[in-house]
């Protein structure tokens, strides 16, 4: 889908309108994220990271020697959600022996897009500072967008953390960001031309050759599919990968197990 063809801009991006049953995905996440970290033994809550009642992430670790860290950055479209809704996609990077990472930042409209972007930058940072070896990124939706937006060639890492990074899936990410501003969304994110462009990954360059995979599911509204190619034919270390038959709250279900395509696609050397 092209974008000349769209005339109504907040369906093309609206997800919930078109998943029967979204609202029990989402009470459910809270649910078992709840009762994930209640039984977890393994793990350090509520670490600080920053200034302000936000700024904090989860750490899972494995009951074994620990391979690396693995960051998960949740979607909402900067505006909604935190870490305590999203614990147990950690259960998949865990059995397969990775520490995992779960941060909260600011939201719109409080805060830019950019800004988050700096944010998710100071999280990842101090948990690398926590636990050795590589590190691999992963997020949903505007999750996505962010994990991708560490490896652009005006990443915000500090070097050492970004070398670290072996390995990013965007999931159902959003890597242009310019056709949100024709959204109502776009009151809380009051992005520019030039602040779109400036946090789009699509229409940047890769810092490093590290794999991207722009995960997407297959039953997902067409603009997801089309955010999910764009990334993969803009950068050359980007490929497409179409989960059959996923929406847009199921196609992070692989997480949770190590065994799945997803988890071994993170996880893969």
Known sequence: MTETMITDWDDAYANAAHIPGAEAY??????????????WMEKDL????????????????????????VVFVHGGYWLRFDKTFWSHFSGGALAGGWTTCMPSYDLAPAVGIADITGEIAAAITAAARRVGGPIRLTGHSA??????????????????????????????????????RNTTMNASFRLSEEEAMAESPALQKPATDCPVIAWVGGAERPEFLRQARLLADAWPNASYREDPERHHFDVIDGLKNSESTLTRTLLAS
């Not at 989402?26 to 039984?39: G, L, T, V």
């Not at 509520?46 to 860290?69: N, Q, T």
């Not at 070398?163 to 990410?173: K, N």
């Open 26 to 39: 989402i009470e459910r996440w809270a649910e078992d994220a709840a009762e994930f970290r209640k039984s």
């Open 46 to 69: 509520d670490i600080v990271y920053g200034e302000g009642a936000r700024r904090r992430f989860d750490m899972f670790r494995p009951d074994r020697a620990s391979k690396g860290l």
């Open 143 to 180: 999750g996505g967008h962010l994990v991708t937006r560490m490896i652009c060639e005006d990443s915000p890492l500090p070097t050492d953390v970004l070398e670290r990074i072996e390995r990013v899936v965007s999931i159902s990410g959003l890597h242009d960001l310019r056709p949100l």
